[in-house]
């Protein structure tokens, strides 16, 4: 009989808390396991390599609903191509939001800029904030 995992042993091999498997598991990311008698859940091994997966995809900036798109080609085995597109797909969408923070970062540079060289009583960040143009 394979040995199964508590949900404390998941997250402690998984490298998160028990709230984040519990979270996982409400959202579909992880199967719902079977449990004990006595209602403790019993995740079979291969529970913690898909953890990881989940884990590590949201480091690379994957969403929940890309990730479970991801699961689904892993366990397909589908076409590296299918993958590799959704790579380039948030590569595109990492660019757009570094250049979006780089907008925002010029934008309040230029307000700390004007505020330390301003005399007005004033506040030119938060002017500029109640600014609707």
Request: aromatic share 4%; hydrophobic share 35%; proline share 4%.
């Given at each position: ?6 949900i ?5 091999l ?7 498997v519990?979270?996982y ?9 079977p449990?004990?008698q006595a209602?403790y ?6 529970t ?5 997966f ?6 690379l900036g994957f969403s929940?609903?890309e ?8 366990v ?10 959704r790579?380039?797909?948030k590569?595109a969408d990492?660019?757009?939001?570094m250049?979006?923070?780089?907008a925002?970062?010029s ?6 800029n004007?505020?330390?060289?301003g005399?007005s009583?004033?506040c030119?960040i ?6 609707s143009k």
């Amino acid at each position: 009989m394979t040995q199964r995992l508590t949900i404390g042993r998941l997250a402690e091999l998984g490298g998160v808390n028990l709230e984040t498997v519990r979270y996982y598991e409400r959202r579909g990311l992880l199967p719902k396991p079977p449990r004990t008698q006595a209602g403790y859940r019993q995740f079979p091994p291969d529970t913690v390599q898909r953890l990881r997966f989940i884990k590590r995809a949201q480091e690379l900036g994957f969403s929940l609903e890309e990730i479970r798109d991801l699961l689904s080609l892993r366990v397909e085995r589908r076409n590296c191509a299918d993958v590799r597109a959704r790579a380039q797909a948030k590569i595109a969408d990492i660019e757009k939001k570094m250049k979006a923070l780089a907008a925002m970062k010029s934008t309040l540079r230029d307000l700390v800029n004007r505020c330390e060289q301003g005399d007005s009583t004033e506040c030119v960040i938060l002017a500029s904030l109640e600014d609707s143009k």
